[in-house]
């Protein structure tokens, strides 16, 4: 801000009116006032000479020739402070760049294998020509959840085969499942196809595919870039989202070196803005600039008492068209089929008794202990710092003894679901959870597969062929969120029932698409259980925050409903009199258990 004298000599705040522009699409440019005053002088006349209402409107938009004159006026302005578009994002508007080189303006069909031509949807092939023609073979497939990437890529990379040999980066539990897609879809043989098994192995020179696991690319890769792949395919690239870990920084130099980069996820964005950094700087580099610049552009990154914060979010409809500008293709099911029955979601809510409660307690009552004393200390001071990683610790406590203690009422809601649908599909997070249930299904001889982190890969795909086998006696699906949320088509069953709940809302839909996806005839039902009065309550309200910002970005505009809210049930348990005792027991019945985990969150862990 800057100062003026006044009438004794004193320095005086001089008020400079402020606003931002941001890029929505080619020749649009939204101009926002930042704070609620409205402009005057100076800065009103050159707006008003522009026609740009932002005087009793918050916002309103120009055009690109407008915004080259409002830019001009700005810099000659001392009343203003405006943030304008970066010089990037510009020639992008301008299609000023990788545009403007573009060689491939017609799409070559004969260079697709034939069995992907006669099989890929009409927006299938509609992806595989748009990643050639508009991002010329290095693009981000962000096409939601099931509806078929893979076949896509195959298609795109297959195109490109005079960059071949390609190299595949996946989650090491879908190896098998890319060495099965490419045996389908293209003319090649086993013997062509190099499914990398440990750090150790030498890859052939002979062979045109090779597939490995992310967690091995740190330990090959000398040899990886001995060999020069200059194609290549990241699945599930939302595995690159930490730009500080090993794996991400030699992936993104592997992808820099090839000629054709393409990254498949669903999930480009799982938490907040910061997370797309690494994959728009994998494909173009140049349009996204260094990563600071990034994060005070889009992140509304400051400092904070602990550091850098870059958990926010700014200039969200810029960062939309960045996305889409530079590097990603994205479609939702509701778009491109229109045949697939919607998801219908629901809330079943339990109350806990008192004994379940009673570990949960005292945790409860230190975290509100906590969040008072946090005021009370100096901002930064390393007392401050011990406290907050102590509430950290006891939140994932809480967590994981929240799913402890809701053991036996999912199970007595999976039994009762088992008698009113047929197959089901049950995800939880913790091992504790997945035992319990499991010891139930024994105990009442349901018939159920389970997949978790220690199932071994080539057993995963016998599992989930049995149960969408329909003549096969396989009524449940016991899954781990982490190790069972992505790869898998399980579109026998069409009721699912999410026994714990994730941090991380693209897990979830992750999750959720297991069932929703290409081959499923029926709404699925989809049950979240909420253990009312725990960090459920927290949990819940936290993920479908989350979910607005992303679907913001992802989607641009669409509307993507109420996040994983719907309709709520309460659940009945049979022992009344149990929970008539935990309303009694209660210190204080005017509070509940949860309230100790909202009260004074300062630093806005909930």
Wanted: proline content about 3%; hydrophobic content about 40%; charged content about 25%.
């Amino acid at each position: 801000m800057r100062k003026i004298h006044g009438k004794r000599g004193k320095t005086q705040p001089k008020t400079v009116y402020s606003f931002t522009c941001q890029a929505v699409d080619d020749n649009t440019i939204l101009v926002e006032r930042v704070k609620s005053r409205k402009p005057r002088g100076a800065a009103l006349l050159l707006l008003e000479g522009l026609d740009i209402n932002i005087t009793n409107e918050v916002s309103d938009t120009i055009d690109l020739c407008k915004y080259y004159t409002l830019l001009g006026g700005v810099q000659s302005c001392r009343d203003i402070n405006a943030h304008m578009i970066p010089n990037r994002v510009i020639r992008l508007m301008r299609n000023d760049g990788f545009h403007k080189r573009s060689t491939d303006t017609t799409m070559k069909w004969g260079n697709v294998p034939l069995e992907i031509r006669g099989a890929a949807f009409p927006f299938q092939k509609d992806g595989i020509s748009k990643s050639i023609v508009n991002f010329q073979g290095r693009v981000l497939i962000g096409d939601e959840m099931g509806l078929g990437k893979t076949i896509q890529a195959i298609g795109i990379v297959s195109y490109y085969r005079a960059n071949w040999p390609c190299l595949i980066l996946c989650p090491s539990f879908l190896k098998l499942n890319w060495r099965k897609e490419f045996l389908q879809w293209t003319t090649l043989c086993a013997e062509d196809i190099c499914v990398v098994k440990n750090g150790k192995q030498v890859i052939p020179k002979t062979v045109q595919i090779v597939i490995m696991s992310y967690g091995l690319v740190s330990n090959m890769i000398s040899q990886l870039k001995h060999l020069n792949f200059k194609a290549i395919i990241a699945d599930e690239a939302h595995y690159l989202k930490n730009r500080k870990a090993a794996r991400t920084k030699n992936t993104i130099g592997l992808l820099h070196s090839a000629k054709t980069s393409i990254l498949l996820t669903g999930t480009p964005m799982c938490n907040r803005p910061e997370e797309c950094f690494t994959l728009i700087s994998a494909l173009r580099p140049v349009y996204v600039g260094k990563w600071k610049e990034f994060v005070l552009r889009y992140c509304d990154a400051k400092q904070s008492l602990f550091g850098f914060d870059v958990s926010g979010r700014s200039n969200t409809r810029e960062l939309s068209y960045l996305l889409r500008k530079t590097c990603m293709m994205r479609r939702l099911k509701r778009d491109v089929l229109k045949d697939l029955p919607s998801k219908l979601r629901s809330q079943i809510v339990v109350q806990l008794t008192a004994t379940e409660m009673k570990a949960m307690k005292p945790l409860q009552d230190r975290v509100e202990v906590i969040n008072k004393a946090i005021f009370r200390l100096s901002p930064g001071s390393e007392e401050c710092r011990a406290m907050v990683f102590e509430r950290q610790g006891i939140i994932c406590k809480l967590f994981h003894l929240n799913d402890t203690a809701k053991g036996k009422v999912v199970s007595e809601i999976l039994m009762e679901q088992l008698g009113q649908v047929g197959k089901i599909v049950v995800f939880c997070f913790h091992m504790c959870m997945m035992n319990t249930l499991e010891e139930k299904m024994k105990e009442k001889r349901v018939s159920y597969m389970r997949i978790d982190g220690s199932t071994p890969t080539e057993k995963r795909q016998i599992y989930v062929d049995n149960f969408q086998d329909k003549d096969v006696d396989c009524q449940v699906a016991l899954l781990s969120i982490g190790a069972a949320n992505s790869g898998l088509t399980l579109t026998a069953a069409h009721t699912m029932l999410f026994a714990s709940l994730h941090w991380v809302p693209s897990e979830i839909c992750q999750a959720e698409d297991r069932c929703h996806r290409i081959g499923q005839e029926n709404k699925v039902d989809i049950r979240y259980v909420i253990a009312k009065g725990t960090i459920d309550d927290k949990m819940f309200a936290k993920i479908n925050r989350k979910l607005s910002v992303t679907n913001s970005i992802l989607n641009a505009d669409t509307d993507d409903g109420v996040g994983f809210s719907g309709e709520v049930v309460e659940f009945e348990r049979p022992c009344r009199e149990v929970e008539e005792k935990q309303s009694q027991s209660s210190n204080d019945p005017t509070v509940s258990p949860v309230d100790t985990l909202t009260t004074l969150d300062p630093l806005g862990l909930f």
